[in-house]
Each structure stands twice: as C-alpha cells, then as structure tokens.
C-alpha cells in the first residue's frame, strides 16, 4: 500500500510532520503487516499528549497510540543506525 492510499497514514503525516518537524527529529518510520511506527526524539515529551489529542481527533477509523519514553543516551536509535 503507497503512503497515499492510506488515508489514516495521509492524516498523520499532514499533523504530524508540522508538529514532530518543530519538536522532534523523525528518526524512523517501521512498517509491521498493516501497522506503522513513526520514532521522532526530542528532548522533552511536553507536546506529546496535545499532539496525541489532535491525532485521535482527525484520526477517528482507526486506533492511534502515542506512546512517549525518556531515552537519556539514545541507545534505540543507536541501535537503528548501526
């Protein structure tokens, strides 16, 4: 399935790009069966839950989890870029 074809995934990145582009770096995107992961980093998790409430308000056809953790010495990301 193309990006544009998914109109969820068009939802999230038309949010999510302007928000997660002034916060938060987009380190990867992980595409499991007919799920998708964006990782963004940033160095505080403030905006998470407003960007949570307006993702669930435009995203209404499917389940949208946000989930933020603190990673003081980005070994995730390390562990993508090897």
């Known amino acids: 399935m193309s990006a544009g074809s998914n109109p969820a995934e068009g939802a999230f990145r038309k949010v999510g790009s302007?928000?997660?582009?002034?916060?938060?770096?987009?380190?990867?995107?992980?595409?499991?069966?007919?799920?998708?992961?964006?990782?963004?980093?940033?160095?505080?998790?403030?905006?998470?839950?407003?960007?949570?409430n307006r993702i669930d308000e435009i995203i209404t056809h499917h389940e949208v989890t946000v989930i933020a953790q603190t990673d003081p010495r980005s070994k995730t990301y390390h562990r993508f870029v090897k």
Request: proline content about 3%; glycine content about 6%; aromatic content about 12%.
């Open 18 to 52: 302007a928000t997660v582009a002034s916060r938060a770096l987009l380190v990867g995107v992980i595409t499991i069966g007919s799920m998708r992961e964006f990782m963004p980093y940033s160095t505080d998790a403030d905006w998470v839950e407003e960007f949570h």
